[in-house]
């Protein structure tokens, strides 16, 4: 990778962000097409986020993404947010167009690309469960209700974050059927035996010693379990792969996010592959 006088910047804005494999995976598919660009990370504390969004536009970088803590802090700071981002009520990707900050949420669509592509699940007619209501969760939900599902079920451990998700989608995108389930509903176990797609938007799963996020007992062969965790095979992933269900984790939403955030930067089509390859590598997974 050279610099030169032009080189064009992108980066991460989060705290921490040391752990971030988003570099190797955008400075590879820079390469790739010979784009005079590169991705750096930006560790910052919380008391500067205003001060670095406001830099991005004095320093004149192309744009960013956002994560942990800062993705709902940031909308405060932007000239602009696309409307599904105001849906979601959370951004993770900024553009600096011409001065102008717009901001944009690629987590959804990270996430549908990886289902329809990776998973090759077909929306229609499914009974979705989705597990977590939080920033991940938020983007999956506004995602699966635009593109239309036949029910989607939306449970948190705070029932209120659930019910607030539940009241958007069902005044924004009315045509598709969402519930809110409280944690802990008597009806919970047969819920997971009508749904066809169980989705684990919840960090439970990331830590050892963590347990499966629903009773492995309930695991059936119709449902497809995808588990938004890409750090490790979770304990979820892996009792349903033991029982010979479909599965998927975040790794394609990580991947496909990341793509989309590219494309919005420089106007080109995203090397999949070379991402994909380049972040499998980074995981020892190549
Ligand atoms: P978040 O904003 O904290 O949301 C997680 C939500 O799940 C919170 O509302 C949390 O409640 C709830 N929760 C925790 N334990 C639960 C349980 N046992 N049952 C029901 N709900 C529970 O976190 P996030 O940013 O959405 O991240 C969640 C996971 O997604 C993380 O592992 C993250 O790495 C992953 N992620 C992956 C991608 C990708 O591209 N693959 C993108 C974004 C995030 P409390 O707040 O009360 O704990």
Not at 6 to 12: A, E, M, P, R
Not at 187 to 208: D, R, Y
Not at 251 to 264: D, N, R, T, V, Y
Request: hydrophobic share 40%.
């Amino acid at each position: 990778m050279k610099l030169s006088g032009s080189t064009k910047i992108v980066g991460l804005i989060g705290y921490p962000v040391e752990h971030s494999k988003s570099p190797v995976m955008h400075n590879a598919a820079f390469d790739s097409l010979g784009l005079d660009f590169m991705y750096l990370l930006f560790s910052v504390r919380p008391p500067y986020l205003k001060e670095a969004v406001m830099g991005l536009r004095a320093l004149n970088i192309v744009g960013a993404n956002i994560t942990i803590p800062y993705k709902e802090e940031v909308m405060k700071y932007l000239d602009d947010i696309t409307a599904e981002a105001k849906l979601i009520g959370a951004v993770n990707t900024i553009h600096n167009q011409d001065g102008k900050l717009i901001g944009y949420n690629t987590d959804g669509q990270g996430f549908i690309t990886s289902l329809l592509t990776d998973g090759r699940v077909k929306l229609e007619g499914q009974k979705v469960l989705l597990i977590g209501a939080g920033g991940a969760g938020k983007a999956v939900a506004v995602k699966l209700a635009e593109r239309g599902v036949e029910r989607l079920v939306i449970t948190d451990k705070i029932e209120e974050k659930a019910k607030a998700l539940v009241g958007r989608l069902q005044e924004n995108i009315p045509d598709c059927p969402v519930y809110a389930m409280p944690p802990g509903d008597k009806e919970f176990a047969k819920t997971v035996l009508e749904s066809t797609l169980l989705i684990n938007a919840t960090p439970v799963g990331m830590k050892e010693g963590d347990p499966p996020i629903i009773d492995p007992e309930y695991l059936h062969k119709a449902l497809f379990v995808y588990d938004v965790i890409y750090n490790r095979e979770t304990p979820l992933i892996e009792a349903a792969k033991k029982r010979g269900l479909r599965t998927l984790d975040g790794m394609g939403m990580l991947i496909h996010q990341g793509a989309a955030s590219f494309e919005i930067w420089t106007g080109q089509k995203a090397p999949i592959e070379v991402m994909r390859n380049r972040i499998l590598q980074e995981a020892g997974k190549l």
